[in-house]
T-cell receptor, first 110, second 114 residues
Framework: DAKTTQPPSMDCAEGRAANLPCNHSTISGNEYVYWYRQIHSQGPQYIIH???NNETNEMASLIITEDRKSSTLILPHATLRDTAVYYC???????????FGKGTMLLVSP | EPEVTQTPSHQVTQMGQEVILRCVPISNHLYFYWYRQILGQKVEFLVS????????KSEIFDDQFSVERPDGSNFTLKIRSTKLEDSAMYFCASSESSSNQPQHFGDGTRLSIL
């Protein structure tokens, strides 16, 4: 089973920042936090991942709390094309499996 | 940007027939995976493959399933004697290494069993 908890849905206005929360209170020291998204039955798309430091790339920023029990994915300027299901996944380093939960359905509206 | 490609995009097969789903992973990647997603359900891990052998598999990946890397570029999933419940999207993924590197997914093959 997925080791994360995410809200089932969120709304965001186009051009605003989308902040997607994730709880992973049982995360252990060697587990990474990964974020993927899935746009309407396309393949999951990798967004970003991190261990304990905050991370930023061209798609998003990942903020991980100091105790590592939760994180937030930030899309700084959401567009209509960011409408998707966003998955927060905790993955142990060295293991293959990505265990997907139900994710958060983000709806970006004009 | 390099990507994982899967063929066909949609496969329709009669129940009991064998089907082969094909994937071309990203060229410098060494780890390969199959996942499936039944309509309306979660994405589920099936199997991972490295150095020409299975490294992990889930309970779903039973004797009906097999994987192969027949040449230097293709990675295939074979399903023998297909059942109605095998109808799903099948996603291939690849990664540079097994640890701390993201898996990159193809856009999937929609398998419909009649």
């Amino acid at each position: 089973d997925a080791k994360t908890t995410q809200p089932p849905s969120m709304d965001c206005a186009e051009g605003r920042a989308a902040n997607l929360p994730c709880n992973h209170s049982t995360i252990s020291g060697n587990e990474y936090v990964y974020w993927y998204r899935q746009i309407h039955s396309q393949g999951p798309q990798y967004i970003i991942h991190g261990l304990k430091n905050n991370e930023t790339n061209e798609m998003a920023s990942l903020i991980i709390t100091e105790d590592r029990k939760s994180s937030t994915l930030i899309l700084p300027h959401a567009t209509l094309r960011d409408t998707a299901v966003y998955y927060c996944i905790v993955r142990e380093g060295g293991y293959s499996t990505l265990t997907f939960g139900k994710g958060t359905m983000l709806l970006v509206s004009p | 940007e390099p990507e994982v490609t899967q063929t066909p995009s949609h496969q329709v097969t009669q129940m009991g027939q064998e089907v082969i789903l094909r994937c071309v992973p990203i060229s410098n990647h060494l780890y390969f995976y199959w996942y499936r997603q039944i309509l309306g359900q979660k994405v589920e891990f099936l199997v991972s493959f490295y150095n020409n052998e299975i490294s992990e598999k889930s309970e779903i990946f039973d004797d009906q399933f097999s994987v192969e890397r027949p040449d230097g570029s293709n990675f295939t999933l074979k399903i023998r004697s297909t059942k109605l419940e095998d109808s799903a999207m099948y996603f291939c993924a690849s990664s540079e290494s097994s640890s701390n590197q993201p898996q990159h997914f193809g856009d999937g093959t929609r398998l419909s069993i009649l």
